[in-house]
Structures are given as structure tokens and as C-alpha cells.
């Protein structure tokens, strides 16, 4: 897990992580898929710095024709 990610992430990995352990899903991938997913929920709540300047609108994607 990332150093920023708050004690309440680090659980929701662990507790991924091993259900996909138990399951037999995504066989060698289960650290990979666990981390995505928590850091996608971290972005799309705004726990990272990238969505945190996205939210201010500095994101420095491409301009809207008007």
C-alpha cells in the first residue's frame, strides 16, 4: 500500500487480499488487484494527491471547445 493511505485502506486491502486468496481468484495476482482497488477508491474519494488537484481543476487535461 501506498505511505499515505490511511489505516482504514490498509484494512480493506487485507481483508481483499485474502478473500481473493480463499476464493482461488486472480491466482498470483491478489496484491495487485487488492492494491487497484483501494487506490482507485482512495482517488475516487479524493484521498490522493492527483484527485485533490483535480478537484481544484488543475488537471491539465485538454481544453473544451466552446
Known sequence: MPRGASPKRERE???????FEETGRYKGREK??????????RARFGE???????AKGRSGGPKKAA
Open 32 to 41: 495487485e488487484v487488492a492494491s487497484r482497488i483501494v487506490n482507485k477508491q
Open 48 to 54: 490522493t494527491k492527483a484527485a485533490k488537484t483535480k
Open 13 to 19: 486491502y487485507e481483508k481483499l487480499k485474502s478473500q
